[in-house]
């Protein structure tokens, strides 16, 4: 009987079901279910725990029955996720609170009185004091959240990111653990020996009882059980951080291996192997996985907002009705002077690296009368790849080596114009593998390590090209990195 890996990324706006074949490694389906966006006040981004707990559940239904697969015919799971995303819920699963997104700054003040705790904080941790981070987050709950507050009192609270939450929902609520490579996104987690640092606890006022055990990233998790769309028994054998799943799918499990994905934000991130490099510009040192007890650590590079401003060209703006069109508009700019003064700044939740600016806004300078939707699509695509710029840029300075291909993914990486576009501003090649959802992908790779069928020298077998972008000179790429430069450091940086 023909034996399936069963992929779970649980993203920002919605969750992907993978099913690949177990043999091959083939990707035979995926399936995606939004779930809605919550906005209580500005700055403030939420999720509803039970939305993604239904998306999740609908996604795997549907792919098993699109396919005709017997649920029994999975072999393993692996899951992948949003990371500094916080849940709070009780020993039984259920929610107390909606989730706090990544995006959500509502910790921003905490964060600029503490700042004379950035060093500290990047030494044990390779991070910034930044509402990005999941502490903050967990904090808040515990201050302002009247059934968190009382869950605490009582000892019934669980305090996560959201793979955690997945992993004990398929458990029946019995497994309660993490990995490092979302536990060193929290602001809790030392970097040195991956485990929940007692300073830092002391100084987020964070129990530890509420936190779940760091385990190595390929290993058993548990097991399902007590799941009407699923049998008892499956392996949850991998589980990873979107981003660093990313780089596993990449084939990125080597020294100096580098990636850019392109979500609802986009991230680049650079192997750094056993060695911790902490950044000099800006970066996060993070973990990318643990495997036999060794941390393979990373730099990152952040930048909140990429297919989202997309997004919001289509929801807000009514522009076009699927975020792919938004190519084809900007394409219809074949005369590039016209775009000479117009940026568009997609800063909507803040600023993330190299820059670390909570309180920045969205900004679109420039715009005149001829302005057209057409322009404004040109120059979000220009915005998102000059963002993610600045990072590719930070990261090439504090890189031992040279830097001269970027592996792209993510679904904004089709877009062949967005991809020109970063190659002419990067100068840098990038290339574009033939499974661009390597977060899905990334994983379900990990989950057939995690119970020893799969091997790092096998992966680099599956890794193939689709297409490379070379970087083409021109003076309007010269002229959109000055001005954006420039606006930059006079009004954003601190």
Known sequence: MKKFILSIDQGTTGTTAMLIDS??????????????????????????????????????????????????????????????????????????????????????????????????????????????????????????????????????????????????KLSGNKSFSTEPSNASRTLLMNLDNCDWDP???????????????????????????????????????????????????QAGHAKGSLKCTYGTGAFILLNTGEEKIYSSNGLLTTVAYKQNGKPTYALEGSSYIAGAAVQWLRDNLKMFKKSSDVENLAKEVKDLSQMENLVFFPFFSGIGSPYWNADAKGAIIGLTRDTEQKHLARACLDGIALAINDSINALIEDSPASVENICVDGGASMNDLLMQIQADFSRKQITRPEVIETTAFGVALGASVGIGKLSFEEIDKLWKTDKTFQPVENSYSKTKLKQWSEFIHKNFIN
């Not at 987050?137 to 059934?147: F, I, T, V």
């Not at 606890?201 to 760091?214: G, M, S, T, W």
């Not at 399902?224 to 054998?237: C, E, R, V, W, Y």
């Open 23 to 168: 043999q091959s490694f083939t990707v035979i389906d995926k399936v995606n279910s939004e779930f809605p966006q919550i906005y209580p006040h500005p700055g403030m981004v939420e999720h509803n725990l039970n939305d993604i707990w239904d998306s999740v559940e609908k996604t795997i239904i549907k792919v098993l029955k699109n396919n005709n697969v017997d649920k029994s015919c999975i072999e393993c799971i692996g899951i992948t996720n949003q990371r500094e995303t916080t849940c709070a819920y009780t020993k039984d699963g259920e929610p107390l609170s909606n989730a706090i997104v990544w995006q959500d700054r509502r910790t921003s003040e905490f964060c600029k009185k503490n700042k004379d705790q950035y060093q500290n904080l990047q030494k044990k941790t390779g991070l910034p004091l930044d509402p990005y981070f999941s502490a903050t987050k967990m904090q808040w709950l515990l201050n302002n959240n009247e059934s968190v507050i009382n869950a605490a009192k009582n000892n019934n609270l669980r305090l996560s990111t959201i793979d955690t939450f997945l992993l004990y």
């Open 199 to 249: 300073e830092l606890l002391d100084f987020f006022e964070i129990n530890q009882e509420f936190l779940p055990k760091i385990q190595e990233s390929f290993t058993n998790f548990g097991t399902t059980k007590n799941l009407a769309f699923l049998p008892d028994g499956i392996p949850i054998s991998c589980i990873l951080g979107d981003q660093q799943a990313a780089l596993f799918g």
